[in-house]
């Protein structure tokens, strides 16, 4: 029997039959003018050193840049210096929300740069996470990359008084789920979620996270070659998590091994590997919470989707924002609309009308992803 659950809170279908220019001017530069500068958004996968998206001279000190071919849309980005560690501040060095630009014709637009953050030393992030997170190992072997990676994880307070076994949730981009020293742009807060809801929920499972590669990242997670981006090593890095780290996990702590109680999850392009990988392994994994994934790379994993079969019933947590690329939320929709035509599969779709790319909107929506995922395994 097909079981699906739908939940659209926002969708405009936009008519892609025109494409822009848009000129992004920099008039001034508080320090540092003779830098090389980049703008890095969700139109290049946020690259904060991507030579295409570098600025040119533009008479004077002024720089610029020209995006072609932009598809009508709003777009998120910000300027750097080549890093997120060189990226543009307000004049007292705090941090600014992302530049939002509406497209809807060909426009020029004027910005000036008060601060950058190197400029202004961070003040000591406090250590975070719960007693119920810590560093599995710092230097975990992956076989399949020859590579090795700092693995965490939370246990729930009982764990070690109870006798039971748990349901297991694999999570990309460790750095930024439970510690806000480690966090790119703040932590998504997991295990304080954790303890909440579980003891509300009496539901606990086992959180198992595996930090991203830094710039390797958008490599080990793209299971394709990609043009810009190069060789991709997803295809190796879901064998890891299949036939390397699961079954390391599930022979030192008491865990359910069965698919349908264990789960991946992960945001943007962790998204997309964790789609991929229970596509890919669906006898090892029931389930995939599936944020904003960076669906746009490849048509292949839409083909995938296509010829997906499997006896089991797996389950994907479907989200993106209204607010993220112009392509985001129809991408998500094409996968979700694949995806319910198959039969015996869980699906849930969520497309929030303010969600934009980035860690607010994803530790917004764990909490539900946890509610759902907890009513569809032995949690």
Same mark, same amino acid.
């Given at each position: 029997?097909?079981?699906?659950?739908?939940?659209?809170?926002? +969708?405009?279908? !936009?008519?892609?039959?025109?494409?822009?220019?848009?000129?992004?001017?920099?008039?001034?530069?508080?320090?540092?003018?003779?830098?090389?500068?980049?703008?890095?958004?969700?139109?290049?996968?946020? @690259? =904060?050193?991507?030579?295409?998206?570098?600025?040119?001279?533009?008479?004077?000190?002024?720089?610029?840049?020209?995006?072609?071919?932009?598809?009508?849309?709003?777009?998120?980005?910000? +300027?750097?210096?080549?890093?997120?560690?060189?990226?543009?501040?307000?004049?007292?060095?705090?941090? !600014?929300?992302?530049?939002?630009?509406?497209?809807?014709?060909?426009?020029?637009?004027?910005?000036?740069?008060?601060?950058?953050?190197?400029?202004?030393?961070?003040?000591?992030?406090?250590?975070?996470?719960?007693?119920?997170?810590?560093?599995?190992?710092?230097?975990?072997?992956?076989? %399949?990359? @020859?590579?090795?990676?700092?693995?965490?994880?939370?246990?729930?307070?009982?764990?070690?008084?109870?006798?039971?076994?748990?349901?297991?949730?694999?999570?990309?981009?460790? %750095?930024?789920?439970?510690?806000?020293?480690?966090?790119?742009?703040?932590?998504?807060?997991?295990?304080?979620?954790?303890?909440?809801?579980? %003891?509300?929920?009496?539901?606990?499972?086992?959180?198992?996270?595996?930090?991203?590669?830094?710039?390797?990242?958008?490599?080990?997670?793209?299971?394709?070659?990609?043009?810009?981006?190069?060789?991709?090593?997803?295809?190796?890095?879901?064998? +890891?998590?299949?036939?390397?780290?699961?079954?390391?996990?599930?022979?030192?702590?008491?865990?359910?091994?069965?698919?349908? @109680?264990?789960?991946?999850?992960?945001?943007?392009?962790?998204?997309?590997?964790?789609?991929?990988?229970?596509?890919?392994?669906?006898?090892?994994?029931?389930?995939?919470?599936?944020?904003?994934?960076?669906?746009?790379?490849?048509?292949?994993?839409?083909?995938?989707?296509?010829?997906?079969?499997?006896?089991?019933? =797996?389950?994907?947590?479907?989200?993106?924002?209204?607010?993220?690329?112009?392509?985001?939320?129809?991408?998500?929709?094409?996968?979700?609309?694949?995806?319910?035509?198959?039969?015996?599969?869980?699906?849930?779709?969520?497309?929030?009308?303010?969600?934009?790319?980035?860690?607010?909107?994803?530790? %917004?929506?764990?909490?539900?992803?946890?509610?759902?995922?907890?009513?569809?395994?032995?949690?």
């Amino acid at each position: 029997m097909k079981r699906f659950i739908t939940t659209i809170s926002f +969708f405009v279908a !936009i008519q892609l039959h025109a494409q822009f220019s848009v000129r992004l001017i920099v008039n001034t530069v508080a320090t540092k003018a003779n830098d090389d500068i980049y703008v890095a958004g969700n139109f290049n996968n946020w @690259n =904060p050193k991507d030579e295409n998206y570098k600025l040119k001279p533009f008479g004077g000190s002024r720089k610029s840049i020209v995006l072609k071919n932009m598809a009508p849309g709003t777009y998120a980005f910000k +300027f750097t210096r080549g890093g997120f560690d060189k990226v543009e501040t307000l004049s007292d060095g705090r941090d !600014i929300s992302d530049r939002v630009l509406e497209v809807n014709n060909d426009i020029s637009l004027e910005f000036d740069i008060p601060g950058w953050k190197d400029e202004y030393p961070d003040k000591p992030k406090r250590y975070s996470a719960s007693p119920q997170v810590r560093v599995l190992d710092t230097a975990f072997n992956m076989p %399949q990359l @020859n590579r090795k990676r700092k693995i965490w994880i939370y246990l729930p307070k009982g764990y070690s008084t109870a006798a039971k076994n748990y349901p297991v949730l694999y999570m990309q981009d460790a %750095q930024n789920l439970f510690n806000d020293q480690t966090a790119f742009a703040g932590e998504w807060g997991v295990d304080e979620c954790l303890d909440t809801l579980q %003891q509300q929920l009496k539901k606990e499972c086992i959180v198992v996270a595996i930090e991203h590669a830094g710039e390797k990242r958008i490599n080990e997670y793209n299971p394709w070659d990609h043009p810009q981006y190069g060789k991709g090593e997803g295809k190796a890095y879901a064998e +890891f998590l299949a036939k390397t780290l699961k079954p390391y996990i599930d022979s030192k702590y008491r865990t359910y091994k069965s698919a349908e @109680n264990n789960y991946v999850l992960g945001s943007s392009m962790g998204g997309l590997i964790s789609l991929y990988t229970v596509l890919q392994y669906p006898e090892v994994f029931g389930g995939a919470g599936v944020f904003s994934p960076s669906l746009q790379l490849s048509n292949d994993i839409y083909q995938m989707a296509e010829n997906f079969s499997t006896a089991s019933m =797996p389950a994907f947590y479907l989200y993106s924002g209204s607010k993220e690329a112009t392509n985001a939320v129809p991408n998500l929709q094409k996968m979700s609309d694949i995806l319910q035509k198959k039969q015996r599969f869980i699906i849930r779709t969520v497309i929030n009308p303010l969600g934009q790319h980035n860690e607010t909107y994803w530790k %917004q929506e764990f909490k539900d992803f946890y509610k759902w995922m907890s009513s569809n395994s032995k949690i």
